[in-house]
Nanobody, 123 residues
Framework: QVLLAESGGGLVQAGGSLRLSCAASGDIFSRYAMGWFRQAPGKERDLVAVISRAGSITDYVDSVKGRFTVSRDNAKKTVYLQMNSLKPEDTGVYYC????????????????WGQGTQVTVSS
């Protein structure tokens, strides 16, 4: 059992930056790959970034490559999403999720989810 809690969302102007954090508690954090998902209004929840258990492998959806960086600190049981050069289309609820699978890209392959944090980017 893993409990996840996101923080760091908010309202920012286009071109600005935000850093999301996801704190985990419960099971051994380093056993899980971690993903960040985004759900825009009226749309499905899609993967934005994923990071491997040790943090050595990352992957991103094309729309955020070069702007977002996912990282993790296993000692602090926390995963981060640094978001730079934000665009209005980045607006949505951001969720972190934990998966026992290796770098899953589909939401159904994640085992635990946080409650989400709202990110709004104004133009």
């Amino acid at each position: 059992q893993v409990l996840l809690a996101e923080s760091g969302g908010g309202l920012v102007q286009a071109g600005g930056s935000l850093r999301l954090s996801c704190a985990a508690s419960g099971d051994i954090f380093s056993r899980y790959a971690m993903g960040w998902f985004r759900q825009a209004p009226g749309k499905e929840r899609d993967l934005v970034a994923v990071i491997s258990r040790a943090g050595s492998i990352t992957d991103y959806v094309d729309s955020v490559k070069g702007r977002f960086t996912v990282s993790r600190d296993n000692a602090k049981k926390t995963v981060y999403l640094q978001m730079n050069s934000l665009k209005p289309e980045d607006t949505g609820v951001y969720y972190c999720a934990a998966a026992s699978a290796v770098l899953p890209t589909e939401s159904q392959n994640y085992d635990y989810w946080g409650q989400g944090t709202q990110v709004t980017v104004s133009s």
